[in-house]
């Protein structure tokens, strides 16, 4: 016997455990991607959720049809245990269809335009002013009082198409939208318009929340399409004088009763390790919220379904959540968050699916690093699905603050493919017809498979 | 100083050179991806393609508009060199709409077929016969000619939704289309029906090439949709004795000219080694082929023009080559090797893109084990890109001859998402509309970052 093969069956010794180990997780992760791409549930519970109930805005009546149908499911499913937080939510109402135009001369150009969410109405008619185009909330500041004053606020940034993860271009952009109304109404603006958070030109205008100062006078905001955003600046460029009129007859009404609905699967070894994969169950009002975020919870739910199909018991608790008021106030993850400190919680980890039902490309985490190391050491055992991206990111709006209240917590945020994503996001585009069977899928099956490893290994080492 | 700094400088000395090497690649290839991502104009060029001319089998008017429309767009690029390669295609044409029922005692189920490229016609009216459900060849081979004579044969044979990399569903189940018609023949059936090659439930038949054995009678074949087998499979199952009835117009006409279109930019250190990059512009004739092969051709076109529009110099010659009749014959992939060896070429590599203009995954390489690793070391540089899956796979079927012709040229075969092509490929839903623009110039950026390192490094050890 050479030395070569003498050292090479030393390690093959030291290392046949940790071998047999991985080619049964192996073995089962192939098996959930098995069960997943020939008998998955997502796709159809989805299109249940997208053309039977639709839009689910929180407070509305199809976020409560939305409650009741997946606490249903998940009971139809025989989960040991589903259940509701009950949780108060803001309940703001678009009223009817917004309208815009651009006059310069005799020439009026209508655009299409939505309140932001949050926003208050422009009164029962029209409001027509002067706009004014700025890139930055910077620039905005630079212009001063005696310029904005009386005026319209129209904040034109594109998102950048050079950021190939489009989760970065939308971050960037995201001021102009939320800070934006406060920050013109601080020098005087009456109104602002604000380019819709789309990296596509198109006619469909992008909702989204504004967050108000409550020491400033709350202005009416909305969202022009991208192509109207051009049309604007384009004829700003020949008019600076032209009139932008617009009106919108949303309001807030009183907080409604809603609830975070959840699936458990108790753990058999240390029911009190609690792993959680959820996704928001309200949507904005404009379309069906299949991407947004309807994919999220149907593959959340679908994580349980596999592993019930597949007679796995896990050893820690498995929960699927269906957070509520994601898009306009997080009372949901807040309220998760609050009962897991007052019940004494302990999470391993939380995963959150809020990015569309696109092709997986991997996982974002935020946590210490040698958990990071940890689930980063999954790689072989993910490769082969294309989970490659395993690194630090951003994990979920819905989590983070489950993350304040148990510092142990690690958070996860499921990374689909992003390049489609900013087509529909918050439009009357996001319908179920854009969502692929396969692409949704893979994703529940991804989820399914990192449950399973936290399951079996926690991240404290194999513990 | 420490042991390990010192080991650590030496390392750091030694390393430099590549270390700055490898920096300005990284910032070069950031470059090819921002004017991809800003400027990139292969969707206009395929919205051209797809809209303006549309479908374009071998033989046909569109397929010579392709021809003129590609040459001038390589001219109006200002590329070094575009020129055509004459060679014979054949001219097989579809004929009226195809049609087809099922007749079971006095119910008559309509249901869509498309005849399989190639196929001879059912003659002046339909053809009605029995038709027996099998899976396999084997299992028609089983049958024996007392059960299959004068009967139709349904190969009902699904793709496996299982496989990830949807290709190897396709590459398993294709020996039904391919070889079926003249197995069916030689036991004396009279037709053949085939269920699409789709990995989706829906009502459209996909088309493809069959093989004819010269020895046998060749008999109609056609493709149905995936509903319309399951159903057809359903009814057989109350009765066997239904009768199968359809009706097809198709002829193979004689040869036509044709050609392939290439455009250079030209080495300017090694001008007579070649890096190639290429689609095929023929498509079948139900659909524009949009992602079946317009995304190959815009995409190779793009390469070259991402270069012009950096004022790169390629030290080797660069060449985008738009294949003619990659569909139903490879006489252009041929042509071109058959010329490469006449010219005596010499080809570092051949990249074909003929998989959707889908977002990018990697490339899949045909070639020698260390050309293979070497392609593996640019990794680092790539993944940033979602570009993780480097490794051997089918590279192309029209650079396949090249691979024969130039035993030195690495085959290469573009990646991109695989989940959704095979609800499109070779359909009449293989639409413009399918195709996302920021996916589609990924992949045109995607092949230019490789060919940048091709053309900078070669595949000999950096000579």
Redesign the interface.
Known sequence: MYLRSFLFLIAFFISTNAFAQTAADSVFIRKI??EA??NGQSYKNLDYLSNKIGGRLSGSLEAEKAVQWSRQLMESYGFDKVYLQEVMVPHWVRGAKEKASIQTGKTKVEVPICALGGSVSTGKTALTANIIEVKTLDELKALGRSKVQGKIIFFNRPMD??H?Q?FIAYGEAGDQRRQGPSEAAKLGAVGVIVRSLN??QDDFPHTGSLRYDESVPKIPAAAISTNGADKLSQMLKTDQNLKFSFEMHCQTLPDVKSYNVIGELRGSEKPNEIIAVGGHLDSWDLADGAHDDGTGCTQSIEVLRLFKSMNYRPKRTIRAVMFMNEENGVRGGRKYAELAKTNNESHVAAIESDAGGF?P?GFGIEGQPDKIKALQNWKPLL????L??IGPGHAGTDIGPLGEADKNATLIGFLP?S??YF?YHHASNDTFDKV????LE?GGASMAALVYLLDKYGLDGGK
């Open positions: 991607f098995d791409l020939t198409p050079r190939v489009t990296l596509f092709t490309r490769a082969p699905y294309g490659h991206d493919d390049q489609r087509q692929n069977k396969r692409e893979l």
